[in-house]
T-cell receptor
Framework: DAGVIQSPRHEVTEMGQEVTLRCKPISGHNSLFWYRQTMMRGLELLIYFNNNVPIDDSGMPEDRFSAKMPNASFSTLKIQPSEPRDSAVYFC?????????????FGPGTRLLVL | GNSVTQMEGPVTLSEEAFLTINCTYTATGYPSLFWYVQYPGEGLQLLLKATKADDKGSNKGFEATYRKETTSFHLEKGSVQVSDSAVYFCALSGGTSYGKLTFGQGTILTVHP
């Protein structure tokens, strides 16, 4: 079975540019999570969706970040405008509908470098 | 709120040594507990899980037992291999962080031949 799919795997851009990260969750999973990982701050939850609806976006750092989930099989995380401090690895994870106590499954991540 | 505390790393072992990575947690109610592993350049992979007290999760020779009396979920392996070198994260779901995973800070394990 295909796992969580993320694209692109690597992104290098210049400060001020728009960046769009994409995620396809595991088929049949109804919760989707976006995380950011850096050496300084570790893993941070940015936002999570349940049945395509944003449930908690308290981790979104500022208005430059936005996330959408137009349908059950696709989500985007957009940064506009990007800044060097946004350089990190961004992970998407999904979880099935067995309940909130079940495991999340992570994608391979997008490595973002903002110059 | 919820919190997870892992032993400080990095941990360096020789091949075939015994591994223990300590994990303790704070949460209300009955959370589920997880260990995730992250190999260099990859995403987090679920290693094992336990959903209720006294459950033992196991996978690939790794084990961890959900101890509610000590609020612990220590990871163990009897004989590590070089290929086990990775970062290990303890995590919980439930309690006050409904729907979200709370992660420990991660423990870097390096195994030498």
């Amino acid at each position: 079975d295909a796992g969580v799919i993320q694209s692109p795997r690597h992104e290098v851009t210049e400060m001020g540019q728009e960046v769009t990260l994409r995620c396809k969750p595991i088929s049949g999973h109804n919760s989707l999570f976006w995380y950011r990982q850096t050496m300084m701050r570790g893993l941070e939850l940015l936002i999570y969706f349940n049945n395509n609806v944003p449930i908690d976006d308290s981790g979104m750092p500022e208005d430059r970040f936005s996330a959408k989930m137009p349908n059950a099989s696709f989500s985007t995380l957009k940064i506009q405008p990007s800044e060097p401090r946004d350089s990190a690895v961004y992970f998407c994870a999904s979880r099935g509908d067995e309940g909130v106590l079940t495991a999340q499954y992570f994608g391979p991540g997008t490595r973002l470098l903002v110059l | 709120g919820n919190s997870v505390t892992q032993m400080e790393g990095p941990v360096t072992l020789s091949e075939e040594a015994f591994l223990t990575i300590n994990c303790t947690y704070t949460a209300t109610g009955y959370p589920s507990l997880f260990w995730y592993v992250q190999y260099p350049g990859e995403g987090l992979q679920l290693l094992l899980k336990a959903t209720k007290a006294d459950d033992k999760g196991s996978n690939k020779g790794f084990e961890a037992t959900y101890r509610k009396e000590t609020t612990s979920f220590h990871l163990e392996k009897g004989s590590v291999q070089v290929s086990d070198s990775a970062v290990y994260f303890c995590a919980l779901s439930g309690g006050t962080s409904y729907g979200k995973l709370t992660f420990g800070q991660g423990t870097i394990l390096t195994v030498h031949p």
